[in-house]
């Protein structure tokens, strides 16, 4: 199979797959950690109102995060797969190459610069089938429920 990615060096390849490995690691362990102190925050006695509202205040925000690091990390699984694959660093909607600096500020980068730019584009400017940038669903603008 030709290397499809012949733009970066190994080093440069190499050095994209420490990172993203690193970052998945990194998400791994705090998924443990987050694991633990629910399981040692749900031990805990009672609580008043207050605190159990607080809990909760706590406990959503900490979700919101832990999803955001969730949908990171199937992308950091998907951009190691194209490593492996050979098909990392290769614009998904034109094929083209994606440039090193750009993967080394954003390792699961899956457009080139200029695709990235419009598609944003055309996403600002398509008010009516706007999606959720992170579920791929489509976002309701209109006044009633639908």
Same mark, same amino acid.
């Given at each position: 199979?030709a &290397? =499809?990615?012949?733009? =970066?060096?190994?080093?440069q390849l190499?050095?994209l797959?420490?990172?993203l490995?690193?970052d998945a690691e990194?998400i791994?362990i705090?998924?443990?950690?987050?694991?633990? #102190?629910? #399981?040692?925050n749900?031990i805990?006695?009672?609580k008043?109102e207050? !605190?159990?509202?607080? !809990?909760? *205040?706590l =406990?959503?925000a900490?979700?919101?995060f832990?999803n955001?690091e969730?949908l990171?990390?199937?992308?950091? @699984?998907k951009? @190691?797969?194209?490593v !492996?694959?050979?098909q990392?660093?290769m +614009?998904?909607d +034109?094929?083209?190459?994606i440039?090193?600096s750009?993967l080394l500020? &954003?390792?699961t $980068? #899956?457009? +080139? *610069? *200029? +695709?990235k730019e #419009?598609s944003?584009?055309?996403?600002?400017q398509n008010?009516? !089938? &706007?999606?959720?940038?992170s @579920?791929?669903?489509?976002?309701s603008? $209109?006044?009633t429920?639908?």
């Amino acid at each position: 199979m030709a &290397r =499809l990615n012949k733009h =970066l060096s190994k080093t440069q390849l190499n050095a994209l797959k420490e990172k993203l490995q690193s970052d998945a690691e990194r998400i791994r362990i705090n998924f443990m950690v987050k694991k633990a #102190e629910y #399981e040692t925050n749900s031990i805990t006695g009672a609580k008043d109102e207050v !605190d159990t509202a607080n !809990d909760s *205040i706590l =406990l959503a925000a900490d979700m919101r995060f832990s999803n955001r690091e969730a949908l990171y990390y199937k992308k950091v @699984l998907k951009s @190691l797969a194209k490593v !492996d694959s050979e098909q990392y660093g290769m +614009c998904d909607d +034109c094929g083209g190459e994606i440039s090193f600096s750009r993967l080394l500020a &954003r390792p699961t $980068s #899956e457009m +080139c *610069i *200029i +695709c990235k730019e #419009e598609s944003e584009k055309e996403e600002s400017q398509n008010f009516f !089938d &706007r999606r959720s940038k992170s @579920l791929g669903r489509e976002m309701s603008v $209109s006044a009633t429920p639908g």
